[in-house]
């Protein structure tokens, strides 16, 4: 009887964990590995978007509101294609041996270069009917790059001078009582 029917663990066998992935070479390999493909992917052309450009970027793809994208084109940090890039947590984050830097609701999350950029966003955002919004710097970021977060003490001040004006507009007395 060979080692393996006596079932001593082998080549590409491991004690109670099963058969191992055996090694194939990259030249036989049906499916390529993501390494190859970030491999593929450095060598196709990419347009390549200054920030002179960015003015008159229009939006590809499903957008909701063309006005909204037309903004983030204008000021958030961009891609290599034109694209906004997004925050998310590192490897090492998701992993779990690093502990988490910023809360689950940063990921995802447009990422503004600098404080300017993510207010100026903020302020065409909201003329465009978006909820009062406030920048800070991400937790996460090395180089600190910054969000948007919704501003509860302007919404609610928001709210409060609509309050106060529709008190003050006159009100038309009912004639049955008067």
Do not use: N
Request: charged fraction near 35%; include cysteine.
């Amino acid at each position: 009887m060979s080692e393996r029917e006596q079932g001593v663990p082998g080549v590409g066998e491991t004690a109670g964990a099963g058969p191992l992935m055996p090694f194939i070479p990259r030249q036989q390999r049906r499916v390529p590995s993501p390494s190859d493909l970030a491999h593929v992917r450095r060598l196709a052309p990419r347009p390549r978007v200054s920030p002179e450009d960015r003015g008159d970027l229009e939006p590809t793809g499903p957008v909701r509101d063309q006005e909204r994208a037309k903004v983030l084109l204008r000021y958030a940090r961009l891609m290599a294609t034109g694209r906004p890039v997004f925050c998310k947590p590192s490897r090492a984050e998701l992993a779990g041996t690093a502990p988490r830097r910023q809360g689950v609701g940063a990921d995802g999350k447009v990422i503004y270069p600098d404080r300017e950029s993510a207010e100026s966003a903020a302020r065409e955002l909201e003329e465009l009917g978006a909820r009062a919004q406030r920048a800070y710097v991400c937790k996460r970021s090395r180089r600190g790059h910054y969000h948007l977060t919704t501003d509860l003490v302007r919404e609610r001040q928001r709210e409060l001078d609509a309050f106060r004006a529709l008190a003050a507009m006159p009100q038309q007395r009912d004639r049955r009582s008067a």
